[in-house]
């Protein structure tokens, strides 16, 4: 561990997600494809029908390492397993691989593997999701201060916030669902893509193979799988990371000392010089990693534009960008699963902070009353403004407003008192909570992951 | 012109798609928005009923540069717009813009713009699927050498490599499609996205306005609509465009000198210097935006994490990267359209390039004959790469192995002739072509642009 | 204007930037540099030597948007160029571009706009940093609380703030120096670089024209000057762009309503909605620039892998890459400007906020002074920790203390008041800034700019 | 190994880079500085002065992990490991991080191993640009058609190629060394960088650390020193990444089946399916690996706008980003040099492909001539180009001219076989070379690394 470079491999990342991309995993999961293929390769007669299994059972007994030191000799990892697999499993060996290309094998394994990543970064993201519905529902009516260009505008509560949280995230859910036809596809072609080998055995393999994995195959694809897919996963990936950098700005803003509605309630050190520091860590991490996600966006891209019916600069790139990447994103959901869980709402600083202003927070809500009253819209912003800046922060609006000579022939205290209030401009949110419960609901509950690897 | 900076206002994008952007449009739709809410207040009582179609026609005298006239002074392009409509359109005029805040007209100018951009967008993508589909069908015997790393695989045919083109370009069609149920909605919310000052008019105004532009409403929204609908569209505009520059490539490639198997027959000057050259301009220019397109997706990213209920850091950036990346792909799919209407195959140029290797490139059929007639696959693979290096690029092929004391066995004349044969290792291509075409044809074929702006 | 896509046609960017890359000026570098050419091909017998100042003279008369109606059927612009001054300009027009590639034009031209640009916007950044200084000075003893992770931690003073910008800054400034030698070169060595078509006069040709237009050239170059001092040149404006962003973010976030430490004295509507609004917009707009500064760079990079001696898809992109990329530091850096003239600090609400956490900031100073009378320093930090915490924004420290059994005999309550002071824990920031000051004023006063073009 | 989900962790980057950034060697240096900083502490008096000795051989015996086992509870990495030192080294433990933030450890820390990875990666860098030099040398007359847009062009020479590669490495190189005065500083200025805790003393503390460790202060810096620094580093190593790219793009496209100038003598599998293969694999990583490298520098430039004094949110990404970066350069640079020390160039081919186009490629020189004899430049131009097309790939342009009536006048066949050669062409290539080695072997040695960590 103390030899380690990267931090995935011992300090980010749950250990569920990390098993995925181990060297150990993507080798087992390369045999897995290689026996799926010598299955139908028995079913069409150009390999003995009992193959499959005794390969299988030969398998179990190679260490994964082995492949990469024949490949330090022979320069191809694939080549290298079909050569190990064909020189220890007897008989059978002699058709392991045949009329594959190594791709057929590389780009499988992704889409097995990238399938369960899926499900898993899915299920995680599903439960941040309900974890924001829940506090919607429990903050429907938390007052806090809402905040435009840092500035106090009107109140709105904590519960609409989190419920714009959990449409965002939500939406992210979708393309999470919408892209897997892309993406989790066989990839069983052979070189080039014209399954020549197979002869007109060719289709019959590759349905076979998919049914096996429980995969639909791309329609046509060169020597590989078209890129964009992955061009897509890695964006939406860099997108969900973006917005639950949002959230922990949202938490790591309402922690300054000076707002204090939220903090992350967990005991440790919070600064190795500064005894009293408390500070959002976690929040932070989670908008650290975010940079990193929206990186590895720019390499995936370029993976698209691969020469004729290939070319290999995917294939370094891309064993360093998908796992790291689905990492970061594991991540960030573990720690904001986990800052969901440890935040606290102080509800009284939060009531405290909207009347900071005085009042001016309900400015807007004088100049629709004014315009009902028969002003011009443009006029009553005017005054309101005129009225509002003259006493920002120093005086109370409504006393102000009172005090008018204009102003207070159109309102009593009673009707200020009123519509200047929390309540009154909060009106809509519970209806808009309500909506957006049921928009979201719908969404997370797309059934998804009939197939397992 | 001669004092434009930038290439989209005179050189690069359709006008179609630059009328879109223009200062002008974007005014003129801004109106357009602000009326739709004007007719919404008239329907609710906070307005009168006629008022709507009073400022329709005060609106059509105004200047739209007024408007930035204006904010040089104000600081704020909508609220110059709320106050000239209200000086100059009378009694009327006191009601522009009521409960509304800025986003409400900008994203939902940016819905009804972008909108009608991504059906032009589409139109022409689908215009390029098409051509590429009757390309493959054209092209579904023309032979080719297929190309990995460069170097000769095995032969497939230019109707397959059309057909895998289309493949890939449909899937973004189908990205293009499904994105726009999250980008494409109605943004009428109000400050801090309570419909505050609408009272509990608001889900009224919201749904009136909603049906006249023809916009599903966000189910919740901040001040703004979620930027990571923008995010998803630049960056699938980039997956787009990272795949045009693969076509592009592949036509930059296939134009060179030594290959020449494909031209653009375009009559113009290929270099300043050097009167004999016949470059693929069209093509390069192609990839040269595609890096541009690809650019703007970290911008877009970085976009999504606003601070609480917004901050302004959106609007600048968007006011480019939006323009400009849309631009970019609309240049790109005129270029591509052009380039696929206007390259040459030389079939015969191609016929010849797929024997240069004097049969090297059919090794791997023979690894599978071998097989068939009882070799382990991988001595089998061993022992043809080794007859394959030996006379590679010198000798011929089937008259090596005719002449091998060890394979001779194994093969007549006859055989080599017709399995080591462009015809033999193409058996499956048009069947793949054809199982390319249902699907594409499905993608393409979604229905949609019921709305238009 | 209202028909323009591009905001840097209109809205940003200066005059002064925005006239070096207009179409018109782009051309009229392309005829100085065929000029100096001309001349060059005149002194060593290649050309008459009179031609050059006939052809200056005719090149006058030429609308530059004839060599784009010109390109429309040429598909080149330098030899649409290169032929209307062969047809226009009598018999010396037979000489002109002789033996010349478009790229000597192209690049020379590049060197010589962005050598004024440079100048430009170092001018410009050398302001703001003197700005900087200037404030670091005036405000050597604004007390204001340090932040880090949002959270409070020690007092330092806005002077100190403002001399940490200056620092940062400079850096930028000496990275624009030192660039300088690497992109600012003449590029004149013909068709893949080998001066083939001037024979032994090359070398001499360069020179003149490197005398002439005051550029040293390339040592040697494909056909085009190499895309890595584009790239270390759009790379050194996107880090500049987040420093200013960082600048940006640190007004924004001081301008919150609930800090109001400083605010930009503008006179504007804040809102379109919220007459209150006093938002910081011109630090937003710098924000949100710097997103699109820090996109470019991915294309700049992307441009640097050319093939062989040159192929055209850098052009494309960098057609708008560079404009765009130096105005968008154009007007960041106007706007810092401004913003840094227009802020008012507002230092009592400065003062009061340092003492929002009634003392708590200054534990890592107690952590010291127990070290210093016998404490061990992760004891001394655990306990000041708890002491800290137990009264964390409720309670006074120095009460706390002085009531603590344990720690009540190591201070007394004059010493303590001495220590948990800003002016105690801010002793070293005078000389810090002076520090500062003289190694920014060494970097900002290198010499530079010897030659204009 | 087979756990491990980092290809840093067991398969690229050299042993001698991967050393610098285990989690042990961190560690280890975290100590070293903690150790540097006693010993300032001891000479100024705020601790024993033999202390820091004792701590160097109590440091000894601790293992580093127990630092991330700590810090599980802890929540912070470096007060841990003060922590553990306070506890376990006796009496000295005391003074252990004594006025010191977390960010002077981790900042000088970054500042020593980036020192040695520089010094590394200059070396390497050095090793490959004096390899080109030679090649340059040694192909100084070994002809090869020069290609602009894929298309050939005039011929140029091999070792014109690999002098221009030299020359544009050595940009990079120069970069390289004019960061270290910007990155490779000391950060030792405490909390918020104003070194409160140790008073009047903190300017001497610093002084004696840097002697220490061979590190010049920053004049000021916040909590953390300024983040342009790495993302200029990063910047830097993308755009070596880029040209290492370019140079790999050459070979691959060198090594085209049709073209066969150029191929990696190596000993491997090709292909797992096609025995025939002989792929550019070194060069195609190199590719790859840089797509990797330029999408790092998006996360550098989002590090730089740190909040205030500093937000945490560069941590967690620079930990990732820093050894990714570097290793994947390491790895490049490890690759290219490899990559040069076993391509072959095969003369033959390159000087037949010269031919390929029947002296088409020698059209400039003919305009240039007939300029000379009088003719205008653009008639001249316009002359040869239609002849050149005429023949193109299929008559000798010579005899065409010979038999041309216009044409014929001017030349005879002795003068058009003399100047249409690549003889004629390359006069200048041989000089080139010369200047391009002066100057570079200027930049290369520069002296550097007196200082080693």
Chains 1, 2, 3, 4 share one sequence.
């Not at 697999?85 to 791709?103: F, I």
């Not at 997108?239 to 707002?259: M, V």
Request: proline share 3%; net charge neutral; glycine share 6%.
């Amino acid at each position: 561990m103390s030899n380690n470079v990267c931090v995935f491999d011992w300090r980010y990342g749950s250990r569920e997600v990390r098993s995925l991309f181990t060297v150990e995993n993507m080798v087992r999961t390369y045999i897995k494809v290689e026996i799926a293929l010598l299955k139908a390769l028995g079913s069409v007669g150009l390999a003995p029908p009992y193959c499959f299994s005794e390969i299988e059972e030969c398998a179990n007994k190679i260490d994964p390492m082995d492949i990469y030191r024949r490949e330090a000799v022979m320069g191809h990892d694939i080549a290298s397993l079909a050569f190990i697999l064909g020189e220890k499993c007897g008989e059978c060996g002699k058709y392991v691989h045949l009329g594959a290309t190594s791709y057929d094998i590389v780009d499988t394994t992704w889409a097995l593997i990238l399938r369960d990543a899926i499900n898993i970064l899915r299920r995680k993201l599903r439960g941040i999701i309900e974890k924001l519905l829940e506090l919607a529902k429990e903050h429907v009516h938390t007052y806090v201060i809402g905040r435009t260009h840092g500035q106090h505008a009107l109140p709105i509560t904590f519960g609409f916030k989190f419920a714009n949280y959990a449409y965002e995230l939500a939406r992210s859910y979708e393309r999470l669902v919408e892209l897997e036809k892309r993406l989790i596809r066989l990839k069983m072609s052979g070189s080039v893509g014209t399954m020549a080998s197979w002869g007109d055995k060719g289709f019959l393999i590759e349905d076979i193979v998919g049914k096996e994995l429980c995969l639909e195959p791309h329609p046509i694809t060169t020597q590989v799988a078209p890129r964009d897919g992955f061009a897509e996963f890695i964006s939406v990936l860099a997108i969900l990371a973006s917005q639950l950098d949002r959230l922990a700005l949202e938490i790591r803003e309402l922690s300054r000392t000076e707002i204090s509605e939220v903090y992350e309630a967990v005991e440790r050190v919070g600064s190795s010089a500064m005894p009293h520091k408390r500070n959002p860590v976690i929040a932070e991490r989670i908008s650290g990693l975010a940079k990193i996600a929206r990186s590895f966006v720019t390499a995936a891209l370029e993976n698209i534009a691969l020469m004729h019916e290939r070319d290999l600069t995917n294939s370094s790139s891309e064993r360093i960008l998908i796992p790291h990447a689905v990492l970061t994103l594991d991540q960030m959901l573990e720690d904001t699963s986990k800052m969901l869980s440890v935040i606290k709402i102080d509800k009284d600083k939060a009531r405290i902070n909207i009347d900071l202003t005085k009042g001016a927070v309900y400015s807007e809500i004088l100049v629709t009353k004014l315009v009902e009253k028969g002003w011009a819209r443009h006029e009553a912003y005017v005054k309101i403004k005129e009225i509002s800046k003259a006493v920002y922060l120093r005086e109370d609006l409504v006393k102000a407003i009172l005090q008018d000579p204009e102003l207070s022939k159109y309102f009593s205290e009673n009707e200020l008192l009123a519509i200047l209030s929390p309540e009154y401009v909060t009106k809509n949110v519970e209806k808009l909570i309500e909506r957006t419960l049921n928009h979201v609901q719908k969404i997370i509950s797309t059934e998804y992951g009939k197939c397992t690897s």
